[in-house]
């Protein structure tokens, strides 16, 4: 049978006559009918058409459409061209009918092609709008892959050049590897110039350069019109996600080495209400604009430096930083993080005259515990470092020059508060006029109420610790230290046992009513007070009875009352005094049987008897002088008989050679007798005889004892 057919005149193909190939698939996998498929070049040959699948957009290498099952490395057939029912399609682009179609990056589907773009193998006869690559539609094959352009007129050239000048009217698109070069006739020649157009370069690049080094490489210019908002000279923007360190701009001066006054980028601005640039981003991980410099600024240069060399108005400034939005109230609106070790944070030097040097203002409220400036440190700080340091080493131009100047008048507002740490002072620290330096609150503060004059006022307590001189030492001047007390219980106190309050040659002068306490010091019960009311001295102890002593046993102090002054106790009817010279008085002006007790059982009454209910009356060297009126007695001993185990009255000498009675009664009175004896018991008879033993009955005896032997003698009772 012979390979060819020769057909004279007409070939009639029936209405859903279609055109397939026998071909072998080489796909690694099945296909079924629909599936689309392009060349496999590297299996093809002259005598064998080999197919495989693919997930290129718009390929060129399609073949076709499968209309078979066929498993891989088999043989089937696929259709080339007429119509078919079976077309695989995404929808993701909207393919209305008509429309071109070619391959799709989802294997073995197709879509619709892209303008511009080679591969259209089919025309779609059927629409499909639905998002997924489930779509079968109806469709006519061309019979081979061709180019769809949105413009009747279209050419592609490989490498063209073209000379004199060129004009293109619409879109002119080049590939990704494509190099134009455009070459002016001379310095200041425009060499490519677009009016009303766009220049697109996709996945290329654009490389304008100048050799003269005389005219500007590249100058984008508005001469007429206004520009629109959001609408720029220089749009430069990316579709795309941009990688770590990647650039919408960047100025790389490798080709030489800049001189030290060149500009990278320069911004001149002629018109005096026009932004030189504004930076709006919205990045949240990263800094919206970030400087480096990277190599050794000398003396006088800074990675960003800000001029102005015009005049600022009012409320102008060089650097202004807005705050928009709601901040986090951790936020920073300038941080200065410096990791070098050696390098100043900020160094202001301003030549100001008039204005401030540097101003912090907030015109919002501050929340409690936060401040208008704020100093912390987190870093350990060596011997001698300040958080705030004030340092002022030049000539002042007046006296009155402050290094920190404090100017606080708004209600509830105070000029400085240390909440933690000492404050140290190594020079003077003045308070002018009669303002106060308080303490805690507002009651309790030193201040100097007129010159010359320091007040200390506590309502309470006013405390000093250690060792304190008041007055002028070695001069002649009279200081007067006056304690101004709000009430009686007010009190100076030296609290510690071995503290002092030291008057060397000086009075303590205490007005009436003041006291002087010994204790607590708050009214306490036994506490010791000393007072005077301006005419009597109290000394008196709070609360329960207490002992004074008068210095210890090893240390007794005397207590020298002068000329006739009394030791008063209760009312001045009762009182321990020296009327005059070796005489001591003591007074009772009470009514009672013991109005002047002495301790053991001795009283003295208000008739000037002593009465002893315990004890003994001794005497050594001395005598008991005795004188009664009419009617009394001189010498009256009263002792119970029922109880007695001793005599009433004894009279003892001791002394062997005494030259003297041991008793001797003298009676002037030689009507009376020597000695009367009477008994409160009557007697029943008189005995006359000396007895040796104890008498018995009722008689009554004086006893006499000489050598241990006792004698009797009859008591006789008168009739």
């Known amino acids: 049978m012979s390979d060819t057919v020769k057909i004279d005149r007409k070939l009639r193909w029936a209405q859903n006559a279609i055109e397939t190939i026998y071909a072998h698939n080489k796909s690694g996998g099945t296909v079924a009918p629909g599936d689309i498929l ?16 693919t997930t290129s957009q718009d390929n060129k290498l399609v073949l076709g459409m499968a209309l078979e099952n066929m498993a891989s490395d088999s043989y089937g057939e696929v259709q080339i061209k007429g119509p078919t029912a079976l077309l695989k399609v995404d929808g993701t682009a909207d393919i209305s009918v008509g429309n071109y179609i070619s391959t799709f990056t989802t294997v073995k589907i197709g879509a619709s092609a892209t303008a511009g773009k080679g591969g259209a193998f089919a025309i779609a006869l059927e629409a499909y709008t639905t998002n997924d690559s489930s779509g079968v ?48 006739a001379a310095a200041g020649t425009d060499t490519i110039d677009v009016e009303l157009g766009d220049i697109t370069i996709t996945d290329g690049k654009l490389n304008v350069t100048d050799s003269d080094g005389t005219t500007a490489v590249c100058t984008i210019a508005c001469t007429t019109g206004i520009m629109a ?41 002629a018109a005096m209400t026009s932004q030189s640039m504004y930076i709006d981003g919205d990045s949240t991980g990263v ?16 990675v960003l430096g800000l001029t102005n060399d015009g005049n600022l108005a009012t409320g102008g400034a060089i650097l202004n930083l807005t705050a928009g939005g709601a901040s986090d109230a951790a936020a920073r609106m300038l941080e200065l993080d410096g ?32 401040a208008v400036l704020a100093v912390t440190s987190d870093g350990t700080m060596v011997a001698g470092s300040s958080l705030v340091r004030i340092e002022c080493s030049t000539t002042t131009g007046g006296a009155t020059v402050y290094g920190l100047e404090i100017a606080c008048n708004a209600t509830n507002l105070e ?22 330096l308080y303490f805690t609150d507002t009651s309790q503060y030193i201040y100097a109420s007129a010159d010359n004059s320091l007040n200390l006022v506590a309502p309470t307590l006013f405390h000093i610790d250690g060792p304190t001189s008041f007055g002028e030492t070695g001069g002649s001047n009279a200081h007067d230290v006056t304690f101004y007390c709000v009430t009686n219980l007010s009190t100076i106190i030296v609290d510690e046992d071995q503290d002092a309050l030291v008057f060397n040659g000086t009075d303590l002068w205490l007005k009436d009513n003041d006291i002087l306490s010994f204790g607590d010091g708050a009214a306490k019960a036994g506490d010791w007070n000393i007072a005077s009311d301006g005419t009597d001295l109290t000394l008196a102890v709070v609360g329960a009875a207490a002992t004074f002593n008068m210095g210890a046993t090893s240390h007794l102090c005397n207590v020298l009352m002068g000329s006739t002054s009394k030791i008063q106790f209760l009312d001045t009817g009762l009182y321990i005094n020296s009327p005059s010279n ?138």
């Open 38 to 53: 392009i060349l496999d070049t590297a299996n093809s040959t002259a005598t064998e058409v080999a197919f495989t699948t």
């Open 137 to 184: 539609i109806d469709a006519w094959l061309t019979g081979g892959a061709a180019r769809i352009d949105t413009a009747s007129q279209s050419a592609d050239y490989a490498s063209p050049t073209l000379s004199g000048t060129v004009s293109i009217t619409g879109a002119a698109g080049f590939n990704a590897t494509a190099i134009i070069t455009c070459t002016g």
């Open 229 to 269: 908002s959001d609408v720029g000279l220089l749009v430069i923007d990316s579709d795309g996600d941009l990688a770590s360190g990647a650039n919408m701009v960047r100025l790389d001066p490798t080709g030489g080495t800049p001189n030290a006054g060149a500009i990278l980028f320069e911004i001149v601005g």
């Open 287 to 302: 800094d919206v604009v970030h400087i480096n410099g990277g190599g050794v600024l000398t003396n006088g240069f800074a």
């Open 339 to 370: 990791t070098a070790e050696d390098i100043l944070g900020i160094f202001v030097d301003v030549d100001t005259a008039t204005g401030h040097m540097c101003q912090l203002h907030c015109g919002g409220n501050t929340a409690n515990d936060k």
């Open 415 to 436: 000029g400085l508060m240390v909440s933690a740490g000492k404050s140290v002072f190594t020079e003077d620290v003045t308070i002018l006029t009669t303002s106060k």
């Open 582 to 719: 070796g005489k001591m008085e003591i007074s009772a002006d009470g009514g009672g049987a013991d109005d002047i007790l002495l301790d053991g059982g001795i009283t003295v009454d208000t008739g000037h008897n002593i009465v002893m209910t315990s004890g003994n009356l001794t005497l050594s060297e001395g005598e008991i002088a005795a004188t009664s009126t009419a009617g009394t007695y001189a010498l009256s001993v009263t002792m119970d008989k029922t109880t007695a185990t001793n005599p009433v009255v004894l009279f003892k000498q001791d002394s062997t050679t005494a030259a003297k009675s041991v008793v001797a009664i003298t009676q002037d009175d030689v009507s009376e007798a020597f000695i009367t004896f009477s008994s409160g018991d009557s007697g029943t008879g008189v005995e006359h005889a000396v007895r040796t033993n104890a008498p018995t009955g009722t008689a009554r005896y004086v006893k006499i004892e000489i050598e241990s032997t006792e004698y009797w003698v009859l008591a006789t009772a008168e009739a």
